[in-house]
């Protein structure tokens, strides 16, 4: 059982930044010219929005693979659900890809 709240309208895009943004993740900044994750939606009958930045993003998939869900803006809490632990380097190596 999931506490992942299905939206009833969600859109996304990833536009390269014309202007430092932070990311609603890891409070990191994404700068001028880098390509972020930008997702709005309706939850709940409220419309909210997230900004994420590559590496959170990176991360949000490693979880995803382990099988844990995440909601926007809880990515760390997610993390402590994993049954494995994630490692920097396996982060640093996916955003290679």
């Known amino acids: 059982m999931s506490d992942y709240e299905t939206p009833s309208a969600f859109w996304s895009s990833r536009p390269r930044a014309r202007k430092v943004h932070k990311c609603d993740e890891c409070g990191n900044r994404i700068e ?3 390509i972020y994750w930008r997702i709005a939606g309706v939850w709940d009958s409220e419309f909210s929005h997230y900004k994420m930045c590559g590496g959170c993003e990176t991360l949000r998939d490693l979880l995803a693979a382990e099988g844990v869900e995440c909601f926007f803006g809880g ?4 993390m402590e659900e994993a049954d494995e632990p994630i490692s920097a380097m ?3 190596g996916a955003m290679a890809r």
């Open 32 to 34: 001028k010219g880098e």
């Open 75 to 78: 990515l760390f809490e997610c």
């Open 90 to 92: 396996e982060v640093i």
